[in-house]
């Protein structure tokens, strides 16, 4: 078999293999956490923004506006601070809001909220900007007592339209959470993809919330066994945790009725948008010293690289003497070393941007369970070529001393008698 570049390539770094695979692996980890977080810090942002939608406010009792955000619109807790309905007639008389749409949080279904609303959610408010609410399946609630899915809801309970379920009065490992039996809700409809949090939430209306509240009420008052039909909804069962406002495009209005709301201290008002700039800014420090430390590991594998190389240069001396005798130039033994160093980065960038992209899928799954956030972190394909392309040649530059290394070796020095 004729003795090719490859061949000489792919034997040095076979012969010793369990060096080559720990350098390979180093420069993998590397590339695996810069891949990570570029393409964490790219769509998390995407992600929060699809969240906020054309809401101009978010108008709460919570006791910050992030968390009213974080609460209201990305379904991370149950939100606290109940407004009674009369103090939500009397805001929405009291401004020009070209829509001001109730919701209530605090049920639940197999972990997911269930979000008790109005019809004009899916009408007037869209989850990103420009894109409204489509049914993919069914209708919209009509009638107490009927829900709507959103689609990853739908996705993860294998509930179709006609299924009939019981809702948990509490959020999931809430205390006192219990399941209401004594209530079917009927799934009418399905809701299709939007990329935002709402997809993993059920909706159905404020009547039907306010009745499970209402038999809670009458089971302390009267005992078990008691019946409760939306008649028996009293002013105290009228509760909701928040609302989302725009006034349309009479945004010149938008400020007067900031500063207005604001100066009340019965309410928290949130601009959902900027809020969660705000909270980027104040995160993006935290992303820079996390791609500093993944890049100071990256150039920490090429010197591992360069180590490895090095030192089995010191120890090949004389197979690099051989290849000079055989006719081997000097560029030639130079060129065989990069070669190798390109490889180690080759096959390190390839594992790294694959294994960027599995722990990226599981982060993803894990920030969806517990916080409702759908993320998909990814990066344009020339982005990932970029990584792969960046990680060789940095190998190839940790290379550059052994090969030179291996260029200065005299030839009959090391061809001398061993002994």
Known sequence: MALTDW?????????????????????????????????MKASGRAAFERGTGNAQMLISR???????????????????????WADFEQLRDSYPFAWAIPTQLGDSYRGLPVMATTTEFFTA??????????????????????????????????????????LSHGAPRQPGTHVHNEFDYEVVGILGFTGSPHDRALFTDLESSWTLHAHDRRVDQLGDGVKTTPADI???????TGIYASLGPRTAALTQVL????????????????????????????????VAMAAAVLVSSGVSIMLALYNSMEQRRRQVAV??????????????????????GLMG??????????????????????????VRPSLPVDG?????LGTIVLAMLAGVAPAVLAYRTPVVRHLRPIG
């Open 125 to 166: 408010f869209q989850p990103a900007a420009g894109e409204s609410f489509r049914v993919a399946e069914g209708r919209l609630f009509e009638k107490p007592f009927e829900i709507v899915l959103g689609a990853e809801a739908a996705e993860r309970t294998n509930l179709t339209v006609g299924s009939v379920i019981n």
């Open 7 to 39: 061949n000489i390539v792919s034997r040095s770094m076979t012969g010793r293999l369990f060096s080559t695979a720990v350098t390979v692996l180093s420069v993998g980890v590397a590339v695996a956490l810069m891949t990570l977080l570029l393409s």
């Open 384 to 388: 990932y070529l970029a990584m792969v």
């Open 259 to 290: 500063s207005e709301l604001r100066r009340d201290p019965d309410w928290t008002v949130a601009q959902p948008a900027d809020t969660i700039r705000g909270l980027f800014s104040i995160v993006s420090s935290v992303d820079q010293i996390l």
């Open 323 to 344: 290849l000079r005798v055989l006719g081997a130039s000097r560029w030639r033994v130079f060129n065989l070393v990069l070669t190798e160093s390109a490889a180690i």
């Open 349 to 374: 960038g390839a594992a790294g941007v694959l294994g960027g992209i599995v722990f990226g899928t599981v982060v993803s799954g894990i920030l969806e369970a517990r916080l409702g956030l759908v």
């Open 62 to 84: 919570e006791p910050s506006a992030l968390t009213s955000v974080l609460n209201s619109m990305f379904y991370a807790d149950a939100p606290g601070g109940p407004i009674p």
């Open 234 to 240: 009293q002013e105290s069962d009228k509760l909701i």
